[in-house]
C-alpha cells in the first residue's frame, strides 16, 4: 500500500523514526541498521512495509531494499512475525542475517534474542533456497566490498563453481586484502577452489 515514503525527518529514535510527508507525519518502525543509515536530520527517504492486522496497522522502515526483501522473507516464516523480523536486521544487519541462512548457521541465529533452534532451523529451511535465488539483486549500502563481491561470486558461479564454496573463497580473500578489483578477486579466489 505505502511502498516508501520521501520526507522531512521531524524525529529519529533507534527503534522509529517521524517522517513528515506534506503535513502528514508517519511513525515508521526501523532496525537498528537502519537507524545507522539514515540521516540526523533534513530530507530521507524510507523504503516501507505495511502490516495490517485486526488489531493494528503498523509501518516498518529500511535504509534499502534488500533489507525490506530480508524482512518479507523473514516475517512469511511461520513463527517469525514482524517484531522478531525486526529484531534479526538489529541485532546482525541484513547481510548477516542473509550469509547466515545461506551458509546453514542455526548458532548464529540462535544468538539472535527470541530465536530458538526450531525457529533458526525453519528459518533456514523456508529461506535458503529463496536467498540463494535472490541474493544478487539484494544491495545492502555499509556491506564492505559488497558490489565487488557480488560480482566476483557472479563470476564464479557463471564458471561452474558451487555458490556457497565460491562465497566462502571470496571471503577468504577480503579477510586478507582490503582494495581489490573484480579480476583480482576473482583470480585469487580461484586458487582456493
Sequence with gaps: MITHLNGTLIEKNPSYLVIECNGVGYMVHISLHTFGQI????????????????????????????????????????????????????????????????????????????????????????????LARLADELE???????????EALSALTALGFDRKSAEKSIDKVLKNSDELSVEELVKQALKSL
Design 140 to 150: 545492502f549500502s555499509g556491506s564492505e566490498h559488497n558490489t565487488t563481491k557480488q
Design 39 to 130: 540521516p540526523d536530520s533534513g530530507k530521507c527517504r524510507v523504503m516501507t512495509y505495511m502490516q495490517v492486522r485486526e488489531d493494528e496497522h503498523k509501518l516498518f522502515g529500511f535504509a534499502q531494499n534488500g533489507e525490506r526483501e530480508i524482512f518479507k522473507q523473514l516475517i512469511s516464516v511461520s513463527g517469525v512475525g514482524a517484531s522478531t523480523a525486526q529484531t534479526m536486521l538489529s541485532s546482525m544487519g541484513p547481510d548477516q542475517v542473509t550469509n547466515a541462512i545461506l551458509n546453514e548457521e542455526a548458532k548464529t541465529l540462535q544468538s539472535i534474542k527470541g530465536i530458538g533452534g526450531k525457529t533458526a532451523q525453519r528459518v533456514i529451511v523456508d529461506l535458503k533456497d529463496k
